[in-house]
């Protein structure tokens, strides 16, 4: 029996008027009940396009949720298991408009099947009924593989060799692995248990974790090598904040969203502000306004965009949220310089932006507006216009003029003999589930050379 309806089974979540005033998760989940019937909405399509076309990691979407609508929702889960390490984490922060939801046949004469949320709710399922951990450990077959980076390339690409039995130690500069799931993605998207749980269940399958150690200061390449690591994978993220380049923004005040966010997830340090301008219109902004609304003390939030709300690349559903949440969205409109007193910000001068006509590439240009400078009334500033590559550690790994690593596109090989990079460090910002994705095909080439 299929669920004909052409709308999406709604899943709770708390209050936009509470919510603002905690970190705790926004969206609480389907009930079995309310995933049921979700699934039923799935047309069990022959061609799923869902999978071949929108999921990177090619999760057997059809028939996970087939089992959902049996209610064998463990068997559901291992299904999921069998291609993902973090489905609680997809669930949650995948872009799914834009992948498997995007393809989604019922999208075309209604809304897509809740693809996301039903994996998450298969997750939590697990979580809770079963024993927590995803997999026993494989049998070992006493060879070593390092990773480098804890993001959800290095945890993608550690969990896909773990469970062919190979001894994968995951190295992280960061105190605390997970990397931009644990520092860079806000409580109220991704729970700091929910992480914790998926990093425990790749402890599980035998995944080793050294935090605090860096490559190029603590380690090289070459000293893994020599310590009997036969391949060795970077997946070290593109963490770089580029900054506005502006008049002022030296000032106290001006954060990068990185900065801001690390704070905010891992030690519940906040700026002291009342009225915050997040500058900038991706998924990062995003996250970084709506923690911004959480900040104790916080009256009033900005987002700055240079474009029109039609080109904002962040997900529409979190754009939709932050304003829910209070936040006031400030569209073409470019900042011009920080205004500080004593050394600290005391405004945001801003200038009116108009839209050029598409150039080649389909791409409309902004533009200043003369005599249209105004100021912005805030005290604190957010920088999240975008971050680049900090690769200068990875020895003998080429890299281009951008310092990104280069890599064979079909096996994800470096130009250093036995290492393999995948995620931001090569493509520069993308999603983690694009990341997960090169973390997982890298594997199956590291496993390739290490079995030559
Ligand atoms: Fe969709 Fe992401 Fe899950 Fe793939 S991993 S099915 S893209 S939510
Ligand atoms: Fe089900 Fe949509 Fe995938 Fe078809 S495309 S199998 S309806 S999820």
């Known amino acids: ?81 069998e291609t993902t390490s973090l489905p609680a984490v997809c669930g949650r922060v995948c872009p799914q408009y834009l992948q498997c939801e995007g393809k989604c046949v019922r999208g075309e004469k209604g809304r897509p099947v809740a693809i996301g949320a039903l994996e998450r709710f298969v997750a939590d399922w697990h979580r809770h009924h079963a024993d927590g951990v995803s997999a026993e450990a494989a049998e070992s077959n006493g060879v070593k593989a390092a990773v ?35 520092y860079g993605i806000p409580n109220f998207r991704l729970p700091g248990e929910i992480l914790q749980n998926e990093l425990d269940s790749l402890k599980a399958l035998g995944v080793i974790f050294e935090n605090g150690k860096e490559l190029g200061k603590d380690f090289t390449i070459e000293s893994l090598k020599s310590e009997g690591f036969k391949s060795v994978f970077i997946g070290n993220g593109a963490g770089n904040s580029i900054r506005l380049e502006i008049p002022g923004q030296e000032l106290s005040g001006v954060l990068a969203a990185s900065a801001f966010l690390f704070d905010v997830n891992l030690s519940n340090k906040y700026p002291s502000a009342e009225k915050i301008a997040v500058i900038g219109g991706g998924n990062v902004a995003m996250d970084a306004c709506r923690a911004a609304v959480r900040v104790p003390g916080a009256k009033k939030v900005y ?94 790994v080429d890299t281009s003029e951008k310092g990104y690593i280069i890599v064979d596109t079909d096996t994800f090989a470096t130009s250093c003999e036995g290492v393999f990079a995948g995620g931001d460090t090569v493509t520069g910002p993308k999603t983690v589930i694009a990341a997960m994705g090169a973390g997982r095909k890298a594997a199956a080439s590291m496993i390739e050379y290490m079995e030559k």
């Open 303 to 396: 987002v700055v965009y240079r474009r029109s709300a039609a080109e904002m690349p962040a997900d529409p559903a979190e754009v939709h949220e932050a304003e829910a949440e209070g936040v006031e969205f400030i569209y073409l409109t470019g900042t011009v310089e920080v205004i500080g007193a004593e050394g600290k910000v005391t405004g945001l001068k801003c200038q009116k932006m108009a839209l050029t006509e598409p150039d080649a590439s389909g791409r409309r240009k902004p533009v200043p507006v003369p005599d249209s400078e105004f100021v912005l009334d805030v005290d604190c500033i957010i920088e999240a216009i975008g971050s680049g590559s900090d690769n200068e550690c990875a020895d003998g």
């Open 148 to 182: 480098i980076g804890s993001g959800p390339a290095g945890l993608a690409c550690a969990g896909e060799l773990a469970k062919k039995g190979y001894t994968v130690t995951v190295f992280d500069k960061n105190v605390l692995p997970g990397g931009v799931l644990s």
């Open 1 to 81: 029996m299929i669920n004909m309806s052409k709308v999406k089974t709604r899943m709770p979540e708390q209050d936009p008027q509470v919510r603002v005033g905690n970190f705790d998760e926004v969206a609480t989940g389907y009930t079995e009940e309310m995933a049921v019937k979700e699934a039923l909405r799935c047309l069990k399509c022959r061609e799923h396009p869902c999978m071949t076309k929108g999921c990177p990691i090619s999760n057997r979407i059809p028939d996970f949720i087939e089992k959902i609508t049996e209610c064998e929702f463990e068997e559901a889960y291992q299904i999921l298991n």
